[in-house]
């Protein structure tokens, strides 16, 4: 570690520079992302860069982002903090990879109460064979077809 003073960040905008503690347009963030003005709404419309405000005006909804919020996504892209929203997902992810994993184990069971019902069922049917006379007319023939042997 260093002994150096460390300087508030600054962003080069339209109007000079502005530091860390202060709000920019979308115009100035779009610059510094490298990203398209469009891009730039969209992302605010999802609420990625915390702490953005929509203020109306008579030519239309204007933004102030916060310099800080600018700087905050730029560290998390370049591998530093990790947005809040990337650390949900990643949570989420590995919960639903918990959930797969105990349906899986749910599914083998299944598959193994269904081959032993299988086995049972094939069971049944050949005792059930054995039991029936084998010259029996009435289980080959349909009841409409059977000769009535009381007349």
Known sequence: MSDEIVQPLELTTKAGTAEVGST??????????????????????????????????TTGDTWQIPVAAVESYLAGQQGGLVPSRVQASVSRVQELEREVVELRHQVEIRDMQLQERERYLQTLEALTSRMLPAGDETTKKRWWARKNKTA
């Open 24 to 57: 920019i347009g979308v115009s100035e963030v779009a610059a510094r992302l490298g990203k398209s003005e469009k891009t730039v709404r969209r992302m605010l419309a999802k609420n990625e860069l915390e702490g953005a405000t929509k203020t109306p005006s």
